[in-house]
C-alpha cells in the first residue's frame, strides 16, 4: 500500500518524529494508560447538572495533561521535552496521524464484527462445561 500524501514524520518542538505504528506492546501502553480517560467521563456524568462547570473545567486541564502524555508515549520523548517546547495543537495533530495511519476506525469496526462470534463461543463453551459438569 502506498503512503501518497500521507505525513509520515511531524516536528514536535524541534524533534523529528515518526509517526508511529501501534504494535501490540504499544497499544497495551495505551490502553493502560487510556483507562483514566473513561473515569473522568463516568464522573462527569454522575456529577450534577449544578456542578458540571466546575467539573468539567477540572476536566479539561486534565485532558490537556493526558494529551501531553500519550503524545509522550507513542513520540517516545520525555514529558517534560514536551511541556517545554511543543504546542498542544502538535500533540493533536501528531495523534490524529497516528490514528489515521494505523486505520483505527477500520480497526475497530472489524473488532465489532468479531465480538459476537467471540462472545458466542464464549457462552457456548461454558454452557458445554455446565452440561459436562451435571452429568
Known sequence: MF???????????????????LTRSRLKKLTDHIG???????????????????????AADVSIDEIYELTSLLSDLPIEYLDDHVAFSEC???????????????????????IPPVAQQFVQSIVSRMDRAGK
Do not use: Q
Not at 464522573?43 to 449544578?50: S, V
Open 3 to 21: 503512503n501518497l500524501g500521507r505525513k509520515d514524520v511531524v516536528m514536535l518542538g524541534n524533534k523529528r518524529v515518526r509517526v508511529p505504528k
Open 36 to 58: 483514566s480517560i473513561g473515569d473522568y467521563l463516568v464522573k462527569l456524568f454522575l456529577t450534577p447538572e449544578k456542578d458540571r462547570a466546575v467539573f468539567i473545567v477540572a
Open 92 to 114: 493533536t495533530e501528531f495523534l490524529k496521524l497516528t490514528w489515521e495511519k494505523n486505520d483505527m476506525n477500520e480497526a475497530l469496526k472489524n473488532l465489532g464484527g468479531l
